[in-house]
């Protein structure tokens, strides 16, 4: 069988196959795998954004992947679940900051992509004024950044946070306060203003970004020099402003060179606490721009364009996404707002975005180029994968040499030829897309692209499922695969053996110091001691990096072997359920698709694994050479906690985290990872943040602190 197939695509292939989607007609026995995997993208990356600071896919490409999923739940309201992400009000926050509540809730915008989104827009406008009359409407840049708001109170900065999910946020105020363009104090109460809340977006300079790699391009070669670890170099504008926001220390997010612009007033009070009413006072959100800018702050007020009619702003919109380029600041679209503030707050809000605005998105940025080879890479799990090699064109800051052109079928649908003129989009992060070719250009030297019949590494013949679109190499000897298979066992998700990276997996393979897994802990290590580079001290950390994976808990074997479809959550699971490994080679289907989460496909690959011979003589294998095939047993202290479970939340000071996990345990309790119903207890440190709201709102939850939960293990 194929040992080594389990890794499961990635999830940008997933956001690329969804994206690809969008616009066609999706067959009825479709829609709900669809959805789902709708769900799981913008899931994850919610998660990367909310929780890692990182956001790993263009506005753009998420915000069509949503409005899809919103439409296909609109059509389709019986696929609408609870885990949806267009259902989710709360999402998760990053603990290590305070979590702050907003003044009043910061909402998002609502997006247009074309002129009939900005009609519709208008339409709508005029219905809730009742009018007929024209509205002036002022379009100023959307800056790509991360969402701040500042808090003043008797003209001092006294607050700063990020946007969060809304309506809390995590409190940065040092960090912002390290942004010099953002005023520590301002002279509000010139008009009778106590306390006010301003937002805006916190962005990197584009010349900045480039500074900063090039600073960091130098100190690599001072380290390269030190052999120490060189620093990576930043990716984008708005990757860096957001993870600079959270940075601990606020001496180094200064040296990031943030910059804050401001473009709305969010809440203001007077000295006795009363709301100010803003439409009152200032009288449109130019005059508020340019209050803002007299103040100090930096603002789109000369940026902006004033129009009543629409379609001079369409025409500004396309005119600003011509010239984007030409600003210092990555922009990714405009945003539209009713001038008038009174008239704003007759138009009002839904939950979740003002009716009075709306964003128009820009379109991702194209290049062209030329098609000039196909290569034909072989992956871990034997798919061959045609790469696109094509005159290096620069888009948003990086060169593009190469791209994924997925499989056989997209090539023939797209009807992409050798030495084509190729449209090549690369949306934020995302990884570069071949949109599909120019036949106009062509002049008659283009060719088919010939996808090979025969492993391009190993020379097999190729397989293809019909169900699949993808070839695959069947040959589990296949030296491709072997080399991918041998970095991933090594891997940090897998065995992580400390001192074993991707380039030595690389260069012990072509000097035959290793062939297979096994043969890892068999390395002759004289031989290592002739390569260059390899000095006692590495080598030692080698050793000792391998002997140490042998005491690894068994799941990181399971995740090691690569058996398909078994990540680290199931290969956890499964490591609990036996004694010993060995124990599911006589395994059914059946025996393990009772187990928790094993659907048919993850049992029939697990019981394809196990009823492999070659598989069960490796695991003896290595069983002999000294790797740890049992289940790690729980040391019981005691009963105490039978039955209940528990959750650890802020700044704990007894005990870590992972300790306190632990102590559950080994007294019979169960940690969860989330606050639900289920939860008998949440012991509360300090700075306990949104989680410890969250269940003070469960009646059933009891709330302690670390002395009473280590009173209850006395
Ligand atoms: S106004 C009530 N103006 O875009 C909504 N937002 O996609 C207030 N953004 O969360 C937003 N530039 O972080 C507004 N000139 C601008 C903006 C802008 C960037 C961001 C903002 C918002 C997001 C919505």
């Known amino acids: 069988m194929d040992l080594f197939s389990h890794i ?9 196959t969804a994206l690809q989607k969008i616009g066609q007609f999706i067959p009825e026995n479709e829609v709900e795998h669809y959805c789902n995997d709708l769900k799981s993208i913008i899931n994850y990356y919610d998660k990367k954004y909310y929780v890692d600071a990182d956001s790993p896919i263009s506005d753009y490409d998420y ?48 997006n247009s992509y074309n002129i009939q989104d900005l009609r519709e827009f208008e339409r709508k406008v005029k219905e809730s004024v009742a009018t007929n009359e024209k509205i002036e409407y002022i379009c100023e840049p959307k800056f790509d950044g991360s969402s701040i708001a500042l808090v003043y109170e008797n003209n001092q900065l006294v607050r700063a946070a990020t946007r969060g999910n809304g309506i809390e946020g995590d409190d940065i105020t040092p960090n912002a306060k390290a942004i010099k363009s953002i005023p520590l104090k ?83 009070e007077d000295k006795n606490g009363n709301n100010i009413t803003f439409s009152e006072i200032f009288k449109s959100h130019d005059d508020n721009l340019k209050l803002l800018s007299d103040l100090g702050f930096k603002t789109p007020f000369l940026d902006k364009t004033l129009s009543e009619d629409i379609d001079q702003i369409m025409a500004t919109c396309l005119d600003w996404q011509d010239k984007r380029d030409n600003y210092p600041i990555d ?15 007759i138009i009002g809000k839904t939950s979740h975005h003002p009716k009075w605005a709306t964003a128009f998105k820009f379109k991702p940025k194209q290049g062209f180029s030329t098609l000039e080879n196909v290569e034909f890479q072989v992956g871990r799990t034997g798919q061959i994968t045609p790469v696109a090699k094509i005159t290096p064109v620069q888009l948003m800051g990086v060169e593009i040499s190469s791209i994924s052109l997925h499989n056989e079928d997209f090539i023939i649908d797209k009807d992409i030829r050798l030495y084509d003129t190729v449209i090549v989009e690369r949306a934020g992060d995302v990884i570069p897309y071949i949109v599909g070719s120019l036949p106009e250009k062509r002049n008659g030297k283009e060719t088919k692209i010939e996808f090979p019949k025969n492993c391009p590494s190993c020379a097999h013949l190729l397989y293809k499922n019909l169900e699949e ?28 053996i400390f001192g074993f990276g991707e ?13 297979n897994i096994a043969s890892i802990y068999k390395i002759d290590y004289e031989k290592v001691a002739q390569l260059e580079g390899w000095k006692v001290k590495s080598i030692q950390n080698l050793k000792e990096g391998i002997e140490q994976s042998k005491q690894n808990e068994n799941w990181r074997l399971l995740v090691g072997l690569g058996i398909r479809h078994i990540g680290t959550t199931t ?21 393990f698709m009772q187990l928790e989460d094993v659907g048919p496909k993850v049992a029939l690959s697990l019981q394809a694994f196990f009823s492999d011979e070659s598989n069960i003589e490796l695991l003896k294998e290595l069983e002999v050479l000294g790797l740890n095939l049992k289940r790690t047993e729980q040391v019981l202290h005691s009963e105490k906690l039978a039955g209940k479970t528990f959750l650890f939340t802020g700044t704990l000071t007894q005990f870590s985290r992972d300790e306190a996990k632990i102590l559950v345990e ?35 939850i009891q709330i302690i602190d670390e002395f009473e939960f280590l009173k209850m293990i006395e």
């Open 331 to 345: 922009i990714d679209g405009m945003v539209i707002k009713v001038n008038n503030t009174k008239l704003q707050q």
């Open 571 to 591: 290969a956890k699971m499964l490591a609990k359920q036996v004694a010993h490994l060995l124990d599911y080679a006589n395994w059914n289907t059946e025996q």
């Open 186 to 268: 301002a002279n509000f109460s010139q008009f009778g203003i106590h306390k006010i809340e301003i937002r805006g977006e916190v962005v990197m300079q584009l010349a900045v970004l480039e500074q900063l790699n090039k600073e960091r391009l130098e100190q690599n070669i001072i380290l390269k020099n030190e052999n120490k670890k060189e620093l990576e170099l930043f990716k984008n504008a708005r990757n860096t402003a957001a993870g600079s926001l959270r940075l601990k220390d606020s001496a180094e997010v200064a040296a990031r060179k943030l910059d804050a612009i401001l473009y709305q007033i969010g809440y203001a």
């Open 63 to 110: 915000d069509i992947l949503f409005k899809q999923l919103k439409e296909l739940e609109e059509a389709y309201p019986n696929l609408i679940t609870a885990d949806s992400p267009t259902q989710r009000v709360a999402k998760g926050l990053n603990e290590t900051f305070q979590t702050v509540q907003h003044l009043v809730p910061m909402m998002s915008l609502e």
């Open 503 to 515: 380039e030595n997996v690389r260069t012990f393979l072509k000097e035959n110091l290793i062939s």
């Open 469 to 496: 679109s993808a070839w695959r190499c069947i040959n589990t000897n296949c030296p491709a695969q072997l080399e991918e298979h041998l970095i991933h066992f090594v891997s940090k998700e897998a065995m992580n």
């Open 8 to 16: 499961q695509p990635d999830i940008s292939t997933i956001t690329q």
């Open 666 to 700: 080994n007294n019979g309790g169960k940690n969860l990872s989330a606050v639900s119903a289920n939860l008998n207890y949440l012991v509360a440190g300090e700075k306990a943040g949104s989680k410890l709201t969250k269940a003070q709102k469960i009646e059933s």
